[in-house]
């Protein structure tokens, strides 16, 4: 069994996402994922809202699998998530930004985690 630990994902977040564009990371088949740092940074100059879920493989986001529910970072400021969390093959974290003010969606975010193939 492979053991790898490395930046497993790395981008912008699109405002109110749903579907797949709210996609951070997809556990690949025949992996399992451990998830250990993520930090979630607004480059804006609006304060905004962060909701993360942790979903099954072929589930969706709800009140069930939320690992962070509309988190406020401040502009400029950022959230730190420093734990584990388990994601078997085709599970997902999803992330979702939700902005108090209508202007541009910049929440960045870089995810740390070890696959085990």
Known sequence: MAETYKRLGQGQLAINTTGTNGR???????TTAII????FSNVDDALHALTIYHI???GT???????MNASNIAAG????????????????????ST??????DDITYVIYGLELT
């Open 99 to 104: 902005l108090n003010s209508p202007a541009a």
């Open 36 to 39: 250990r740092q993520m930090t």
């Open 24 to 30: 951070v990371y997809v556990c690949p088949s025949n």
């Open 61 to 67: 986001a709800g009140e069930t699998n939320v690992i």
């Open 77 to 96: 400021g950022w959230a730190d998530f420093n734990g584990t969390i388990i994601l078997e093959a085709d599970d997902e974290l999803k992330a979702i």
């Open 56 to 58: 099954d493989n072929a």
